[in-house]
Antibody, heavy 120, light 107 residues
Framework: EVQLLESGGGLVQPGGSLRLSCAASGLTFRSFAIHWVRQAPGKGLEWVSGLIGSDANTHYADSVKGRFTISRDNSNNTLYLQMNSLRAEDTAVYYC?????????????WGQGTLVTVSS | EIVLTQSPGTLSLSPGERATLSCRASQSVSSYLAWYQQKPGQAPRVLIYDASKRATGIPARFSGSGSGTDFTLTISSLEPEDFAVYFCQQRRSWPLTFGGGTRVQIK
């Protein structure tokens, strides 16, 4: 069974940085696409970033481009999201989600999420 | 960016009734549309992908249809556990985008 476990969320001041981690088990990590999706409190879902394929192509939402960096460590099956220059509007639960085997850009399963709060 | 508009915002129905949820894209996404279900305090889970393919373990009462710009998620007979929020998502082009969601609540 594939399991994803996010960590690294917390309270950070505007302009600050945070690194989220997503530990994966039950899969050959490098073989799958994997994404970050966020959800502001009481709001809908927003795709943030994805890392696709063995050659690790990266994609970002315009709202985070230039501030966030997605990466992975295949040796320990962990995905990262480095978040810099954080803004209040980045406050959300951040989920990591694996791409389906049928297609890399459908999301299943998801982790339980980690809350990032950007506030002074 | 492809904008997905879901309607209605809220659907009030009774168990056993049929639910019909709509997702409209601002431009054609071909069949590259998925549906997710999210219950309170939980992560979403995929129900339907490629517009009409049920994901592993999803009951047959869930079905998806449509192509191009207009899509429908149908729940043929609502079970108590189906009351939740449903989101559509496209993968036709970057950035990947979600609709705003439809809440299915008990009438």
């Amino acid at each position: 069974e594939v399991q994803l476990l996010e960590s690294g969320g917390g309270l950070v001041q505007p302009g600050g940085s945070l690194r989220l981690s997503c530990a994966a088990s039950g899969l050959t990590f490098r073989s799958f696409a994997i994404h970050w999706v966020r959800q502001a409190p009481g709001k809908g879902l927003e795709w943030v970033s994805g890392l696709i394929g063995s050659d690790a192509n990266t994609h970002y939402a315009d709202s985070v481009k230039g501030r966030f960096t997605i990466s992975r460590d295949n040796s320990n099956n962990t995905l990262y999201l480095q978040m810099n220059s954080l803004r209040a509007e980045d406050t959300a639960v951040y989920y990591c989600a694996k791409g389906l085997a049928a297609s890399p850009n459908w999301f299943d399963p998801w982790g339980q999420g980690t809350l990032v709060t950007v506030s002074s | 960016e492809i904008v997905l508009t879901q309607s209605p915002g809220t659907l009030s129905l009774s168990p056993g009734e049929r639910a019909t949820l709509s997702c409209r894209a601002s431009q054609s996404v071909s069949s590259y549309l998925a549906w997710y279900q999210q219950k309170p305090g939980q992560a979403p889970r995929v129900l339907i992908y490629d517009a009409s393919k049920r994901a592993t373990g999803i009951p047959a009462r869930f079905s998806g249809s449509g192509s191009g710009t207009d899509f429908t998620l149908t729940i043929s007979s609502l079970e108590p556990e189906d009351f939740a929020v449903y989101f559509c998502q496209q993968r036709r082009s970057w950035p990947l985008t979600f609709g705003g969601g439809t809440r299915v609540q008990i009438k």
